[in-house]
């Protein structure tokens, strides 16, 4: 039996019968109650664990505790300290049986050891006090008024405090029923009033007299703790006798009256706690009228939100940096997290986050914000990617690559193009904490239908980033992609800093280019450009045909040292990758640009009209670019090299990051309308024209069908307006254009005036015209003879 009994108290500080561990003691606590912290076994989270021992079943300690246990089980309120777990264990110790009660809690801390801790001093303190004692009145109001019951010690040593700085109340073990009709009622209170100090008790009950406690109001008593409570805090020491509840010299003036009235001489005329909550002066201060606003913020419209969210940061400058980094932040991010609050509040969120350390921050506030990338509120997602440098070092790659990424790739096919552009900039950041398959997969994706995007400063953004990222992708899809990517696209494109951001993009990549590319893809394309028509094109084409030619010297200088020509410039070229900033913003501020870079300056035949419409109700704003317009700029100066036609090409087959991939990657990309027109819209624009009709010509000088076939298949214009479009929207242009030259249509015995074009599908011989040697069928029965110009009579029999 003693081997039994000693087997349940198990090893490290730990109850077998209990699933918490028992760790450090407070140095203080309420009654005959130990205060320890602990940890839970199964995920090792904080809780408080309160015990009491006895070594007699006749103690009244005993039955009180276990009173106070039950009491605490069953009521539930925000400001009474939650209850989790309770349990008895007896044990035997010599001749000796203990029996220990073990309470276990939500983690808190003695108010007592808390106060001493924070420090407060001036008006921080008077604000922080005003708090904690608004919550407390309201607990006790909410046990007098609401529930009749009388806890019957209100005093420092039953109120704790949580980590998020909220005071609550416990010590239930003399909490009674009161009913002044019932003589029974107050059993608890008569048996164990003996657990109360004599300092907190009130006149009446240190005298025992039970009738008049009948009598008085069931608020009586545990007024005049509250009067006790609010001496002890302020005093900063723990009241010894009940005279010295009379010095009042260090309580705030506005308090004052109130204390005096909790305190009166006379039951009936104490004060209830709930007017002590509204009518007193001394709990309308800043801090209280915030933490009440965020409490009821469902209860708020959107304008009394937005109002409030503006100046929240002003105003958390003034109060007390504990309190707003332990309870404003925390009800800060829960109201954004469940919905509550707009996205003006996230601006707020991220200010007050930064006055956490880094560790903290990514605990309290990171897995906020990873959650809202989830959100259908576009003005959230404008909030998020507009600050994302401050927070998106701080977010783990896995998180970014399977939470942040997926819900982040929709702003790339928004509808709005000021969050197209943000989504774009974002990705300068993200890309690091990317996987190869991701970014193959998935971004490349995106960033080539952006490459082709309507609005020009889009386009010019696009090729920045990927000039930007080619660092991040693995040696395969460089080859794919970057080339294609910057003298495709970018070069040919009709918005000069778009030619501009191609150029400087293929400067600050060339590090992964070898001679062979540079020779036969880049500076046919580059040479093109130095007789555009805008003065920076040129400069920057200049200066880039000649870097380059430097590069394929130096390569085939190594033809003296090493023998023989080393087609890779890992070992010449030093210059890297560099950062490129970005272009131009257009998108974001009206009349010109908000952020300067290499690309938008000395750009003076650049006209850029901005228009504004709403992106949500919230006042988040989509600016869009409506006009632009280049002088004596056009696709006409940009000829077109030959390149292979493989477009993005095939991915090496032994390259695993990309294994399931598409082999071309932008194959089964959606369609998309190129800025540039296509053959096709031109051809169709050239048949729309009013036709010459055809001269009359004998069937004997016809035109063969390999003359036809050749001028037909010519488009109109010149090779400048020409250009080739793929399936692939990546893809490079297979052949150089056509000749511009169209030779006359030559007949025999005759010269006819000028080319007809038609197409060649609705081609018909001219002997069909003239209805010789030709034959189709009637509308009646049997076949027709031959047709006839002009209009006919058609006879029908009756039948």
Known sequence: MFKFLKGVVGSSGGVKDLPYNIGEPYSSAWGSWTHYRGTSKDDNSPVSIFSLSCTST????LGAARNGVKRLRTVRHPNVLSFLHSTEVETVEGSLTKLTIYMVTE?????????KELNLEGTHRDEYYAWGLHQIAKAVSFLNNDCKLVHGNICVASVVVTPNLDWKIHAFDV???FDSSNPDSGGPMLQYDWLIGSQYKSMELSKSDWALIRKSPVWAIDSWGLGCLIYEIFSGAKLSKTEDLRNTAFLPKTLLPDYQRLLGSTPSRRMNPSKLINNSEFFQNKLVETIQFLDILNLKDSVEKDAFFRKLVSLAEQLPRQIVLAKVLPMLAAALEFGSASASALNPLLKLGSWLSVDDFNVKVLPTLTKLFASNDRGIRVGLLQHIDQFGSSLSSQVVDEQVFPHLANGFSDTSAFLRELTLKAMLILVPKLSQRTISGSLLKYLSKLQVDEEP????NTTILIGNIAAYLNEATRKRVLINAFTVRALRDGFAPARSAGIMALSATSLYYDITEIGTRILPSLVVLTVDGDSDVRSKAFEATERFLNLVKQGFGQVETDGEVSTSLSSTNTAGASILGWAMSSLTMKGKTAESSALSTNITSLTVTNSTENITAAGAHEIKVSKVQTDNVSTKNITESSVPSNGWGDMDEDNSADDDVDKDGW????????????????????????????PRVS???????AEEETFFSKPPGNSGDYLAQDDDPWAAIAAPPPSTTVKPLSLSGSRVAGPTRVRQAQHVSIDSVLGKKSEVSGRGRGRAGPMKLGAQRINRSSD
Do not use: C, H, W, Y
């Not at 006749?58 to 300690?61: F, K, L, N, V």
């Not at 540039?676 to 009013?690: E, T, W």
């Open 667 to 694: 194959d089964d990309m959606e369609s998309f309308e190129s800025p540039v027109p296509s053959a096709l819209s031109r051809i169709q624009a050239a048949q729309q024209r009013p036709v010459q009709a055809p």
């Open 107 to 115: 983690p808190v801390m003695p108010l007592a050891e808390k106060l």
């Open 175 to 177: 909490l009674s029923e």
């Open 457 to 460: 400063a889009i386009r010019t």
């Open 58 to 61: 006749q103690d009244g300690r």
């Open 699 to 705: 069937s004997t000088n016809s035109v063969s069908s």
